[in-house]
Protein backbone atom coordinates (compact mmCIF):
# COMPACT_ATOMS: atom_id res chain seq x y z
CA UNK A 1 0.00 0.00 0.00
CA UNK A 2 1.62 3.22 -1.03
CA UNK A 3 1.70 6.40 1.25
CA UNK A 4 -1.07 7.92 -0.53
CA UNK A 5 -3.22 4.88 0.06
CA UNK A 6 -2.95 4.96 3.57
CA UNK A 7 -3.57 8.48 4.29
CA UNK A 8 -6.63 8.05 2.57
CA UNK A 9 -7.70 4.97 4.56
CA UNK A 10 -6.61 6.81 7.56
CA UNK A 11 -8.87 9.64 6.88
CA UNK A 12 -11.89 7.26 6.05
CA UNK A 13 -11.12 5.40 9.25
CA UNK A 14 -10.94 8.90 11.55
CA UNK A 15 -14.21 9.92 9.95
CA UNK A 16 -15.98 6.98 10.77
CA UNK A 17 -14.73 7.68 14.24
CA UNK A 18 -16.30 10.69 14.25
CA UNK A 19 -19.19 9.67 13.14
CA UNK A 20 -19.26 7.06 15.70
CA UNK A 21 -19.06 9.48 18.31
CA UNK A 22 -21.44 11.52 17.26
CA UNK A 23 -24.22 9.28 16.68
CA UNK A 24 -23.73 8.37 20.74
CA UNK A 25 -22.90 11.90 22.02
CA UNK A 26 -24.86 13.35 24.66
CA UNK A 27 -26.79 15.90 22.09
CA UNK A 28 -27.57 12.92 19.96
CA UNK A 29 -29.12 11.00 22.91
CA UNK A 30 -30.79 14.56 23.99
CA UNK A 31 -32.82 14.29 20.51
CA UNK A 32 -33.51 10.55 20.74
CA UNK A 33 -35.28 10.99 24.11
CA UNK A 34 -37.04 13.75 23.13
CA UNK A 35 -38.18 11.99 19.40
CA UNK A 36 -39.33 8.98 22.36
CA UNK A 37 -41.39 10.83 24.33
CA UNK A 38 -43.45 12.78 21.21
CA UNK A 39 -43.55 9.16 19.38
CA UNK A 40 -45.05 8.01 22.67
CA UNK A 41 -47.46 10.72 23.19
CA UNK A 42 -48.92 9.63 19.66
CA UNK A 43 -49.36 6.44 20.52
CA UNK A 44 -51.16 7.18 23.94
CA UNK A 45 -53.41 9.79 21.84
CA UNK A 46 -54.31 7.29 19.13
CA UNK A 47 -54.91 4.71 22.13
CA UNK A 48 -57.44 7.64 23.90
CA UNK A 49 -58.81 8.52 20.58
CA UNK A 50 -59.64 4.91 19.84
CA UNK A 51 -61.08 4.39 22.80
CA UNK A 52 -63.53 7.34 22.44
CA UNK A 53 -64.39 6.05 18.95
CA UNK A 54 -66.16 3.23 21.22
CA UNK A 55 -68.28 5.69 22.89
CA UNK A 56 -69.17 7.87 19.57
CA UNK A 57 -66.17 10.04 19.14
CA UNK A 58 -66.02 11.51 15.65
CA UNK A 59 -62.40 11.51 15.22
CA UNK A 60 -59.67 9.78 13.02
CA UNK A 61 -57.94 7.16 15.44
CA UNK A 62 -54.56 7.40 13.38
CA UNK A 63 -51.43 9.63 13.59
CA UNK A 64 -53.57 12.17 11.54
CA UNK A 65 -55.78 12.45 14.49
CA UNK A 66 -53.49 12.58 17.27
CA UNK A 67 -51.94 15.42 15.57
CA UNK A 68 -54.84 17.44 15.33
CA UNK A 69 -56.34 16.79 18.56
CA UNK A 70 -52.57 18.71 19.66
CA UNK A 71 -53.16 21.42 17.30
CA UNK A 72 -56.71 22.02 18.71
CA UNK A 73 -55.21 22.34 22.01
CA UNK A 74 -54.26 25.79 23.64
CA UNK A 75 -49.99 25.92 22.82
CA UNK A 76 -50.12 23.26 20.43
CA UNK A 77 -49.03 24.57 17.27
CA UNK A 78 -45.75 25.35 19.63
CA UNK A 79 -45.93 21.24 20.75
CA UNK A 80 -46.07 20.54 17.59
CA UNK A 81 -43.05 22.33 16.40
CA UNK A 82 -41.11 20.55 19.10
CA UNK A 83 -42.42 16.81 18.41
CA UNK A 84 -41.35 17.59 14.52
CA UNK A 85 -37.77 18.68 15.94
CA UNK A 86 -37.68 15.87 18.08
CA UNK A 87 -38.78 13.69 15.85
CA UNK A 88 -36.09 14.67 12.67
CA UNK A 89 -33.58 14.44 15.59
CA UNK A 90 -34.81 10.93 16.63
CA UNK A 91 -34.55 9.70 13.03
CA UNK A 92 -31.12 11.54 12.43
CA UNK A 93 -30.17 8.91 15.51
CA UNK A 94 -31.86 6.25 14.46
CA UNK A 95 -30.46 6.38 11.20
CA UNK A 96 -26.64 6.05 12.83
CA UNK A 97 -27.97 3.11 14.45
CA UNK A 98 -25.45 0.63 12.74
CA UNK A 99 -22.47 2.50 13.22
CA UNK A 100 -23.13 3.75 16.93
CA UNK A 101 -21.59 1.22 19.44
CA UNK A 102 -23.75 -1.10 20.74
CA UNK A 103 -23.96 -2.87 24.36
CA UNK A 104 -22.69 -6.29 24.09
CA UNK A 105 -24.76 -8.69 22.49
CA UNK A 106 -26.74 -6.56 20.68
CA UNK A 107 -26.57 -6.93 16.72
CA UNK A 108 -27.57 -4.10 14.51
CA UNK A 109 -30.00 -4.31 12.35
CA UNK A 110 -29.53 -1.58 9.17
CA UNK A 111 -32.63 -2.39 7.84
CA UNK A 112 -34.75 -2.10 10.45
CA UNK A 113 -33.17 1.48 11.79
CA UNK A 114 -32.98 2.90 8.53
CA UNK A 115 -36.60 2.01 8.23
CA UNK A 116 -37.59 3.39 11.33
CA UNK A 117 -35.84 6.42 10.56
CA UNK A 118 -38.06 7.27 7.45
CA UNK A 119 -40.74 6.77 9.40
CA UNK A 120 -39.76 9.35 12.01
CA UNK A 121 -39.34 11.71 9.15
CA UNK A 122 -42.58 11.10 7.82
CA UNK A 123 -43.98 11.49 11.20
CA UNK A 124 -41.74 14.80 11.50
CA UNK A 125 -43.06 16.34 8.63
CA UNK A 126 -47.01 15.54 9.17
CA UNK A 127 -45.98 17.86 12.58
CA UNK A 128 -45.06 20.17 10.45
CA UNK A 129 -47.85 20.48 8.78
CA UNK A 130 -50.20 20.37 11.15
CA UNK A 131 -48.32 23.08 12.85
CA UNK A 132 -47.84 25.08 9.75
CA UNK A 133 -52.33 25.34 9.48
CA UNK A 134 -52.65 22.52 7.55
CA UNK A 135 -55.03 19.18 8.58
CA UNK A 136 -54.60 16.53 6.16
CA UNK A 137 -57.03 13.79 6.28
CA UNK A 138 -54.44 10.37 6.29
CA UNK A 139 -57.54 8.02 6.07
CA UNK A 140 -59.04 10.01 2.91
CA UNK A 141 -55.95 10.38 1.27
CA UNK A 142 -55.00 6.42 1.65
CA UNK A 143 -58.35 5.54 0.11
CA UNK A 144 -57.75 7.92 -2.65
CA UNK A 145 -54.47 7.06 -3.29
CA UNK A 146 -56.10 2.98 -3.06
CA UNK A 147 -58.77 4.17 -5.67
CA UNK A 148 -56.18 5.25 -7.96
CA UNK A 149 -54.40 2.22 -8.05
CA UNK A 150 -57.72 -0.32 -7.78
CA UNK A 151 -58.66 1.79 -11.57
CA UNK A 152 -55.09 1.64 -12.81
CA UNK A 153 -53.37 -1.91 -15.22
CA UNK A 154 -51.76 -4.01 -13.07
CA UNK A 155 -52.54 -1.29 -9.56
CA UNK A 156 -54.77 -3.81 -6.91
CA UNK A 157 -51.52 -6.12 -7.25
CA UNK A 158 -49.54 -3.20 -6.08
CA UNK A 159 -52.12 -2.53 -3.59
CA UNK A 160 -52.08 -5.98 -2.69
CA UNK A 161 -48.42 -5.70 -2.05
CA UNK A 162 -48.48 -2.77 0.11
CA UNK A 163 -51.24 -4.38 2.42
CA UNK A 164 -48.37 -7.59 2.48
CA UNK A 165 -45.65 -5.02 3.48
CA UNK A 166 -47.85 -3.63 5.97
CA UNK A 167 -48.36 -6.90 7.73
CA UNK A 168 -45.05 -8.06 7.52
CA UNK A 169 -43.90 -4.87 9.92
CA UNK A 170 -46.73 -5.90 11.96
CA UNK A 171 -45.35 -9.52 12.62
CA UNK A 172 -42.33 -7.92 12.90
CA UNK A 173 -43.68 -5.71 16.17
CA UNK A 174 -45.61 -9.05 17.39
CA UNK A 175 -42.87 -11.00 17.36
CA UNK A 176 -40.59 -8.83 18.95
CA UNK A 177 -43.19 -8.06 21.68
CA UNK A 178 -44.12 -12.14 22.36
CA UNK A 179 -40.47 -12.70 22.36
CA UNK A 180 -38.79 -9.71 24.38
CA UNK A 181 -36.40 -8.92 21.43
CA UNK A 182 -37.96 -5.04 22.30
CA UNK A 183 -35.23 -5.66 25.43
CA UNK A 184 -31.88 -4.98 23.33
CA UNK A 185 -32.73 -1.44 23.53
CA UNK A 186 -33.31 -0.98 26.90
CA UNK A 187 -31.54 -1.58 30.46
CA UNK A 188 -33.98 -3.46 32.32
CA UNK A 189 -33.98 -2.24 36.17
CA UNK A 190 -34.75 -4.47 39.22
CA UNK A 191 -38.10 -4.65 40.84
CA UNK A 192 -41.55 -3.41 39.99
CA UNK A 193 -40.52 -0.69 37.97
CA UNK A 194 -38.74 -3.21 35.53
CA UNK A 195 -41.48 -5.70 36.01
CA UNK A 196 -43.90 -2.95 34.34
CA UNK A 197 -41.43 -1.57 31.88
CA UNK A 198 -41.00 -4.97 30.69
CA UNK A 199 -45.11 -5.41 30.49
CA UNK A 200 -45.62 -2.35 28.81
CA UNK A 201 -43.26 -3.58 26.35
CA UNK A 202 -44.86 -6.55 26.05
CA UNK A 203 -48.20 -5.50 25.25
CA UNK A 204 -47.61 -2.32 23.41
CA UNK A 205 -45.28 -3.88 21.04
CA UNK A 206 -47.87 -6.86 20.22
CA UNK A 207 -50.85 -4.84 20.14
CA UNK A 208 -49.35 -2.10 17.71
CA UNK A 209 -48.17 -5.14 15.56
CA UNK A 210 -51.81 -6.97 15.63
CA UNK A 211 -53.45 -3.75 14.51
CA UNK A 212 -50.97 -3.17 11.73
CA UNK A 213 -51.83 -7.01 10.33
CA UNK A 214 -55.12 -5.82 10.34
CA UNK A 215 -54.41 -2.87 8.72
CA UNK A 216 -52.47 -5.23 5.58
CA UNK A 217 -54.99 -7.53 5.78
CA UNK A 218 -57.63 -5.00 4.87
CA UNK A 219 -55.34 -3.42 2.29
CA UNK A 220 -55.00 -6.87 0.81
CA UNK A 221 -58.68 -7.61 0.89
CA UNK A 222 -59.70 -4.17 -0.29
CA UNK A 223 -57.66 -5.16 -3.46
CA UNK A 224 -58.98 -8.25 -4.05
CA UNK A 225 -62.30 -6.96 -3.87
CA UNK A 226 -61.60 -3.61 -5.65
CA UNK A 227 -62.82 -1.56 -2.95
CA UNK A 228 -60.68 1.67 -1.15
CA UNK A 229 -63.69 1.58 1.44
CA UNK A 230 -61.41 -0.83 3.21
CA UNK A 231 -57.95 0.53 2.84
CA UNK A 232 -58.35 3.63 5.30
CA UNK A 233 -55.28 2.78 7.37
CA UNK A 234 -55.11 2.60 11.02
CA UNK A 235 -58.43 4.45 11.45
CA UNK A 236 -60.22 1.89 9.07
CA UNK A 237 -58.70 -0.91 11.60
CA UNK A 238 -60.07 0.65 13.94
CA UNK A 239 -63.73 1.24 12.61
CA UNK A 240 -63.61 -2.55 11.56
CA UNK A 241 -62.72 -4.00 14.70
CA UNK A 242 -65.82 -1.36 16.00
CA UNK A 243 -67.95 -3.33 13.75
CA UNK A 244 -67.19 -6.80 14.40
CA UNK A 245 -70.11 -9.06 16.66
CA UNK A 246 -67.23 -9.96 19.37
CA UNK A 247 -68.45 -5.88 20.72
CA UNK A 248 -65.76 -3.10 21.59
CA UNK A 249 -63.67 -5.74 23.51
CA UNK A 250 -60.94 -6.59 21.04
CA UNK A 251 -60.65 -2.67 19.97
CA UNK A 252 -60.59 -1.70 23.49
CA UNK A 253 -57.72 -4.08 23.77
CA UNK A 254 -56.12 -2.66 20.97
CA UNK A 255 -56.35 0.97 22.18
CA UNK A 256 -55.23 0.14 25.47
CA UNK A 257 -52.30 -1.97 23.78
CA UNK A 258 -51.65 1.21 21.63
CA UNK A 259 -51.54 3.45 24.81
CA UNK A 260 -49.00 0.76 27.11
CA UNK A 261 -46.47 1.06 23.67
CA UNK A 262 -47.03 4.94 24.19
CA UNK A 263 -45.48 5.00 28.38
CA UNK A 264 -43.24 2.28 27.17
CA UNK A 265 -41.35 4.31 24.84
CA UNK A 266 -41.62 6.82 27.96
CA UNK A 267 -39.78 4.80 29.93
CA UNK A 268 -37.20 3.70 27.36
CA UNK A 269 -36.41 7.46 27.83
CA UNK A 270 -35.05 6.81 31.18
CA UNK A 271 -33.21 2.89 30.65
CA UNK A 272 -32.28 2.98 27.02
CA UNK A 273 -29.26 1.19 26.25
CA UNK A 274 -27.37 3.40 23.73
Do not use: C
Not at 22 to 39: K, Q
Not at 109 to 133: C, E, H, P, Q, Y
Not at 170 to 191: H, Q
Amino acid sequence: MDASSAAAKGKAEDAKEAARRAADSRPARVFARAGLIASGALHVLIGIIAIGVVYGLDHNADQSGALEAVADTPGGVIALWIAALSLFGLAIWQWTGPIAPRPEGVVPNKWRDRAKSVVFVVIGLAAVVFATGGQPDAAEQTRTVSSTLINIPGGIFLLGAIGVAVASVGVFYAVRGVSRRFMEDITLPDGAVGVAVLWLGIVGHTAKGIALVLVGVLFVGGAFVSDSSWTTGLDGAVHYLLSLPTGVWPLSIIALGFIAHGLYLFLRTRYMRR
